[in-house]
């Protein structure tokens, strides 16, 4: 009987992997940002949506997935990609999850650019 794979006694580790709503490339999802809606007045029935990250993927409700880059939010938001992933109509608040990617990317750039 054939054996269509060699075992090395170790079983690979295998991450998750989803899909960024900005690029849509596939990647883990330790690579990756969650964001989920949250409503502005705290009423199901409104139609402003805040957006907000999941740094800890654990908030309820439905999520999308976003790399940590400002190409990829800015792509999310031209395209509308976010309204569609996570299912909401409306006017859709994009500015805590900016503000977010703004912290984090900047550190970097400005050690890039000592270097």
């Known amino acids: 009987m054939p054996r ?3 075992s090395t006694g170790s079983t690979p580790l ?4 989803r899909t960024c ?21 705290g009423e199901s029935q409104s139609s402003d949506c805040i ?5 800890e993927h654990r908030l309820p409700g439905r999520g999308a997935w976003l790399h940590l880059d400002r190409n990829c939010l800015h ?3 031209r395209r509308r ?25 900047l550190p970097d750039e400005k050690n890039r650019q000592q270097h």
């Open 51 to 55: 957006i907000v990250p999941d740094v």
């Open 81 to 105: 990609a976010f309204g569609r992933a996570l299912r909401v109509p409306g006017a859709i608040d994009i500015s805590a999850v900016d503000a977010f990617v703004e912290r984090r990317v």
């Open 4 to 6: 269509s794979h060699v």
């Open 75 to 77: 792509n999310a938001e």
């Open 21 to 41: 709503v900005g690029c849509k490339e596939k990647a883990p999802t330790a690579d990756l940002l969650r964001v989920v809606v949250s409503r502005s007045d």
């Open 14 to 17: 295998r991450l998750p992997v």
